[in-house]
């Protein structure tokens, strides 16, 4: 269609994929109506995640069609974050807009991105106002994260945000640069500072298909997110350790006073011990797992294995 591979373009848009069969078409189809308005050479990467419907052979047709849309296949499913690094990784326009392939980020809101962007600001975020039919759980689980991550984390992370943003070439290089692997990217994005903004918007029910982020998957990025940008957590460990001491002195005290005060006292005996032993026990375990999340991601980090392993790549000339 209108542009060469051979051009370099100065919008990107990156769409994660994984078994999106039913969205892609209609994705395709509204947001090459917003890239065909670009003042620019626009690129769409398109990011494989290991999917096992169609989306490939789908992403490959797209590809042939339009010489605007590339893709990347990963050998297997690496997880939405991991999808987006790479696309961030391959990208080569300008400006940079990550967004979901379910159309719960509406295209439409590009060329407001694209007017902050031009006011000077390197990252544009998208804030949601609204969720629309989304379950009370998943909301109330969303709702209480972003607050409490925002209570904990080193750096500002804005709340109710998500990946649909805009980010400037000189974000995204830095981005790239950052080796770690745990990578919560809308975390790195905030550690990065510069001028940042937002808009908002209501956020749109998925147009077809199933969440692919399962609650496992959404539970483990919350936990991923909390200990790569806080270390309350391992405080927390030493608090509740020296509270649980005190505890223990005032009990120790008690069982004394019992044992030589009062020996007929009701409360002496099998059912203190046995309290105790579990309440110091379960104590003890909490605190050994919340060394046990930073320890595992110290040995990830060490192992330095690539971040995905590539099967497929079409329409990059590198
Ligand atoms: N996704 C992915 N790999 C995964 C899970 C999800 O690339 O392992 C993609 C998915 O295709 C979609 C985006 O990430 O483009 C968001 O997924 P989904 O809409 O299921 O999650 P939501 O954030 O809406 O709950
Ligand atoms: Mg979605």
Redesign the pocket.
């Known amino acids: 269609m209108s542009s060469l591979a051979a051009n370099v373009p100065k919008y990107s848009l990156i769409?994660?994929?994984?078994?999106?069969q039913e969205t892609i078409s209609e994705m395709y189809r509204r947001v090459s109506a917003v890239m065909d308005r670009l003042d620019g050479e626009t690129e769409l990467v398109l990011?494989n995640?290991g999917s096992r419907d169609k989306s490939l052979s789908m992403l490959r047709e797209l590809h042939q069609r339009d010489k605007r849309v590339c893709y990347l296949s990963f050998a297997r499913?690496f997880?939405?974050q991991i999808?987006v690094t790479a696309g961030l990784n391959f990208v080569r326009g300008q400006v940079i807009i990550i967004l979901?392939?379910?159309l719960?980020d509406p295209p439409e809101l590009i060329p407001d991105m694209l007017e902050k962007w031009r006011q000077g600001y390197q990252v544009v975020y998208a804030q949601r106002t609204k969720r629309r039919k989304e379950s009370w759980f998943k909301r109330f689980m969303a709702f209480s994260f972003y607050r409490l991550l925002k209570s904990l984390a080193d750096v500002d992370i804005p709340t109710d945000t998500?990946d649909f943003c805009l980010m400037d070439r000189s974000v995204v290089d830095l981005l790239n640069q950052m080796p770690e692997r745990n990578r919560y990217i809308r975390g790195l994005r905030s550690w990065v500072g510069f001028q940042q903004t937002a808009i908002h918007f209501e956020r749109d029910p998925?147009f077809a298909g199933e969440?692919?982020?399962t609650f496992r998957?959404?539970l483990s990025l919350a936990i991923n997110s909390l200990v790569s940008f806080s270390r309350v957590p391992l405080r927390i460990a030493s608090y509740v350790g020296l509270i649980s001491a005190a505890f223990s002195i005032v009990m120790a005290c008690l069982v004394l006073y019992w044992r030589l005060v009062e020996p007929n006292s009701p409360v002496t005996g099998f059912a203190t011990i046995a309290i105790a032993v579990f309440f110091i026990g379960s104590v003890q375990l909490i605190c050994i797992g919340i060394l046990g999340e930073y320890i595992g991601r110290i040995y990830e980090e060490v192992k330095g294995r690539p971040l995905y392993t590539l099967a497929e790549v079409g329409g990059f000339d590198r």
């Open positions: 769409i994660p994929i994984y078994n999106e990011i995640d499913n997880g939405h999808a979901d392939a379910d719960q998500g998925r969440v692919k982020y998957k959404s």
